[in-house]
């Protein structure tokens, strides 16, 4: 099994623990009309950390303002966010063409040693950052129970 495919299934089985099922091979997991946006992530070969937010999917859940990115990064640490939190991340100025993915923003993200913090960013413009809150499984579900 390669690395990529481990990183994409890694603690997927929080959110079905939340009642929630993936939707096709996409990193969107429903229940019922709720969506929520959760990419997975492990630490590169040199060092960073970074997803990819694909147009395909916003426009699949119609990036409504109830949207959870639930982000999952190796080996335990979670971020939970309303996606409309970070448009200044997802303009279309800051958007890439990728041959096999389309339409993708690429969200770099920065660990901030010694805290449980990390800053969200483009990586075609890293000048803005979204401060988040890194979380454990415990925290990350009490912390999607109190935004829905």
């Keep these: 099994m390669s690395d990529k495919i481990e990183t994409s299934n890694h ?3 929080v959110l079905y623990e939340l009642g929630f099922q993936r939707f096709k091979n996409t ?3 429903k229940k019922g009309i709720e969506c929520i ?5 492990a630490k590169n070969s040199v060092g960073g950390y970074w997803f990819d937010i694909r147009q395909v999917n916003l426009e699949r859940i119609n990036n409504n303002d109830a949207v959870i990115l ?10 939970v966010e309303f996606l409309k939190d970070l448009s200044p991340l997802l303009s279309e100025k ?7 993915s389309g339409n993708v923003w690429g969200i770099g993200l920065e660990i901030i040693k010694g805290s449980n913090k990390a800053f969200l960013f483009n990586k075609i413009s890293s000048g803005d950052k979204f ?9 990350a579900i009490d912390c999607y129970k109190k935004l829905i």
């Design 11 to 13: 603690n997927v089985n």
């Design 27 to 29: 990193t969107i997991f």
């Design 37 to 41: 946006l959760s990419p997975s992530v």
């Design 70 to 79: 639930f982000v999952r990064i190796v080996p335990n640490l979670f971020i």
């Design 94 to 100: 800051l958007m890439d063409n990728r041959s096999h």
């Design 131 to 139: 401060l988040t809150q890194l979380r454990n499984k415990e925290q």
